[in-house]
């Protein structure tokens, strides 16, 4: 499963971004099963979770980011998104896409976000 990210880019504090995180080369039945989400790394800090999806659908949040950021998934399209609003400096990182089923899992090559005050 290759997935590749897109959406990045230097936004002002306040405004919205939406990122896009496609599992190439899968086919549905590759990807539906798959769990989704989306993780972060800021500049010189760890790499943290943001949201996460499940195959069924259920979402989870961090709680920097709970009532801010909305993950979904198509699984037709072979997609997830993560929609970003009221974005702070302090969302400013790469984002990265991330696919686990079982003890496998993929990431993205990350895209950037960059919010200015």
């Known amino acids: 499963v290759q997935l590749q990210a897109s959406g990045g880019g230097l936004v002002q504090a306040g405004r919205s971004l939406r990122l896009s995180c496609v599992a190439s080369r899968a086919i549905t039945s590759v990807f539906v099963p798959l769990d989704m989400g989306w993780y972060r790394q800021a500049p010189g800090k760890q790499r943290e979770w943001v949201a996460s999806?499940?195959?069924?659908?259920?979402?989870n949040y961090a709680d920097s980011v709970m009532d801010r950021f909305t993950i979904s998934r198509n699984n037709a399209k072979k997609t997830i998104s993560l929609q970003l609003n009221s974005l702070t400096p302090d969302d400013t990182a790469v984002y990265y896409c991330?696919?686990?089923?079982?003890?496998?899992?993929?990431w993205g090559q990350g895209t950037l976000v960059t919010v200015s005050s």
């Open positions: 991330h696919a686990k089923r079982g003890i496998s899992e993929y």
């Open positions: 999806i499940t195959s069924s659908g259920s979402t």
